[in-house]
């Protein structure tokens, strides 16, 4: 069949690239017709390679940089986005600096975006790797879970920043101590655009974004994730104020907000007390909300707490008629499977859904998800659910999803002022 299809001009490029388009995810299908023909292996490559994720193993991307180091490589004009995880995890592994980095810049030069997801701290990563990184024109960085954050290191990134950015992501940023960035106002001051942020490595910027928000500085977030400080009451407290402060700064910005709000542990009460600080006045374009960590143990301390919070944030927001799509995660964490399913049983799931839909007249999507301590067929869960008239019609329509999934734990990690990054 692919002999006819290489042989005969009937069928235009436009059909091979929609036959190919189809089978996007079979990696094994590309393979084999990126073989056929060279119209076929550039379509299929398109597929293959767009995205590149080198993982674990140094040794990958050492392997990488001496292969995109050659002429004849071909395979780079259609590599767009670069993902490194977990990489650079010691210092005894020695990347070649011996390459011509002209070449490779000029190999990648359709790179547009590169993730950096790693435990390891800013100053071990190579220096020579990251000047490749940052000589690439890259639009879109992003850092997540990287530790040892601290004046000289964020001075180094801001300093390094490319022109061609236009969307940051900074996510579970570690730090031992908040760094003192007095004198470097300008540097931080903008204009500076999120993809995405988190509230933890928001306080990285605390000392020089506070001062700022007074001048106005030129900072848009795109999506917010807002999480609580588990640290002794004035800090947190002093934490939450800021944060509110930089949610009424870059409110009109912002289009997707997730809360977490604590989960049912000791502190949790505690970590309830943050969102009391939270000001979403100026979330006037809010199109996505996600809420999660809230209780559903049939708690009499604690079930009303967490609902009791979900509901103000969500009174707070200023544009009830703009929000389409809301997500809501419920922890059930009783150790008896018949005791977790008489809980979700007994949830007045018409009332809420009833009183979300009136306060939310755009709904499109409520997505309720319930999290469980045990690995277990799902089945139990979703027949519960469904048995809810209001719920089965809705989901019937396409307007409720539900998920069930196992979290092997409800305790989130400490994550700011830790002595080591997670």
């Known amino acids: 069949m692919f002999e006819e299809i290489i042989a005969s001009p009937v069928f235009p ?8 388009g189809q089978l996007r995810d079979d990696k094994d299908a590309l393979l084999l017709l990126s073989k056929v023909s ?3 292996l550039y379509e299929s490559r398109r597929h293959l390679f767009t995205t590149l994720q080198l993982k674990h193993k140094n040794e990958r991307l050492d392997g990488f940089l001496d292969l995109v180091d050659a002429r004849w490589t071909s395979f ?8 490194l995880l977990d990489l650079f995890y010691t210092r005894k592994f020695h990347y070649s600096t011996e390459r011509n980095y002209s070449q490779i810049i000029r190999n990648l030069s359709n790179v547009r975006s590169v993730w950096i997801s790693t435990l390891t701290p800013w100053e071990i990563i190579p220096p020579h790797i990251l000047d490749l990184l940052f000589r690439l024109n890259i639009e879109d960085l992003r850092m997540s879970r990287m530790g040892g954050w601290n004046r000289e290191s964020l001075i180094n990134l801001f300093c390094r920043l490319p022109p061609s950015i236009n969307a940051l992501t900074f996510c579970d940023l570690g730090f031992d101590r908040v760094p ?5 106002l300008p540097l931080f001051n903008g204009p500076l655009r999120f993809a995405s942020l988190d509230s933890l490595s928001l306080i990285l910027f605390k000392d020089v974004w506070d001062p700022l928000f007074a001048f106005g500085p030129d900072i848009r977030v795109k999506a917010f994730d807002l999480q609580p400080f588990h640290q002794r009451s004035y800090e947190r407290n002093q934490y939450a104020s800021f944060t509110s402060r930089f949610l009424q700064h870059i409110g009109p910005s ?22 009391n600080f939270i000001d979403l006045s100026e979330c006037i374009t809010l199109r996505t909300i996600s809420i999660e960590d809230i209780d559903l143990n049939g708690n009499k301390r604690q079930e009303p707490l967490s609902a009791t919070v979900t509901w103000k944030l969500l009174s707070a927001l200023p544009s009830p008629r ?5 997500c809501f995660t419920f922890n059930l964490c009783i150790s008896s499977l018949a005791e977790r399913l008489e809980s979700l049983k007994s949830f007045e799931w018409p009332d809420f859904v009833r009183a979300l839909r009136r306060r939310f007249p755009s709904l499109k999507r409520i997505t309720i998800q319930v999290a469980t301590p045990a690995s277990e067929d799902t089945c139990p869960y979703l027949d519960v659910l469904r ?28 994550f700011v002022l830790r002595r080591r990054s997670k």
């Open 13 to 20: 490029p436009e059909i091979v690239a929609e036959v190919i």
């Open 38 to 40: 060279k119209q076929m």
């Open 76 to 83: 780079t004009p259609v590599l767009q986005h670069i993902h």
């Open 180 to 184: 003192d960035l007095s004198g470097c």
């Open 254 to 275: 912002l289009e997707s907000l997730s809360i977490h709000l604590g989960g049912p542990y000791p502190s949790a009460g505690q970590d309830m007390e943050y969102f």
């Open 322 to 326: 703009i929000l389409q799509e809301a």
């Open 387 to 414: 048995r809810v008239d209001d719920l089965k019609v809705l989901e019937e329509v396409g307007i409720v999803k539900f998920r069930i999934y196992y979290s092997p734990t409800f305790i989130r990690p400490v």
